[in-house]
């Protein structure tokens, strides 16, 4: 299966009107568009940049790690990556502590996967693989090159998250 690009004119020159993400029907798969209000794009959001954080809080450089994370972040391809890049204010991730943010983000990354599956499969395996990655990228900014045991808990713990919806 492949996705295709649909151009809102039949011009043949670059247009700016592109619809990303819609998959041909000769494919036998109907299209679907990701519809979220306004709070479920908001939670995804949190969600996402929570993983980031409760990474680099567990990071021994936490600046890199949130730049490298937040990096892949704003990387994402497909509609979550149009969720993700979309310039709001609604990331709200409040809390002293570690365990207390880890207390809103863990349970929003799991509303997050079971919201987006509910809309797409694939765009809740892509959030999936997304923030995987992007705490991969903030992992591999220890200073020796190799995440710890602290970082490695705290992606465990991300993933099994990510896994639980």
Same mark, same amino acid.
């Given at each position: 299966?492949? @996705?295709?690009?649909?151009?809102?004119?039949?011009?043949?020159?670059?247009?700016?009107?592109?619809?990303?993400?819609?998959?041909?029907?000769?494919?036998?798969?109907?299209?679907?568009?990701?519809?979220?209000?306004?709070?479920?794009?908001?939670?995804?959001?949190?969600?996402?940049?929570?993983?980031?954080?409760?990474? @680099? @809080?567990?990071?021994?450089?936490?600046?890199?790690? $949130? /730049?490298?994370?937040?990096?892949?972040?704003?990387?994402? /391809?497909?509609?979550?990556?149009?969720?993700?890049? %979309?310039?709001?204010?609604?990331?709200?991730?409040?809390?002293?502590?570690? $365990?207390?943010?880890?207390?809103?983000?863990?349970?929003?990354?799991?509303?997050?996967?079971?919201?987006?599956?509910?809309?797409?499969?694939?765009? $809740?395996?892509?959030?999936?693989?997304?923030?995987?990655?992007?705490?991969?990228?903030? %992992? %591999?900014?220890?200073?020796?090159?190799?995440?710890?045991?602290?970082?490695?808990?705290?992606?465990?713990?991300? @993933?099994?998250?990510?896994?639980?919806?």
């Amino acid at each position: 299966m492949s @996705a295709q690009l649909v151009a809102t004119s039949s011009s043949p020159q670059p247009v700016s009107g592109w619809r990303l993400g819609r998959l041909s029907g000769r494919f036998g798969r109907r299209d679907t568009w990701l519809t979220l209000t306004d709070q479920d794009k908001a939670t995804v959001r949190s969600a996402a940049y929570g993983a980031v954080s409760l990474l @680099a @809080a567990a990071s021994d450089r936490p600046h890199k790690a $949130a /730049t490298a994370g937040t990096i892949a972040l704003t990387s994402a /391809t497909g509609r979550v990556g149009h969720v993700l890049n %979309a310039k709001s204010k609604d990331i709200h991730l409040t809390g002293k502590t570690v $365990a207390e943010l880890a207390d809103k983000v863990l349970p929003a990354l799991a509303a997050a996967v079971a919201l987006l599956d509910q809309h797409d499969r694939a765009e $809740a395996d892509n959030f999936r693989t997304t923030v995987l990655i992007a705490l991969e990228a903030a %992992a %591999a900014t220890s200073r020796n090159g190799q995440p710890g045991p602290v970082v490695n808990e705290m992606t465990r713990k991300v @993933a099994a998250a990510l896994h639980a919806a």
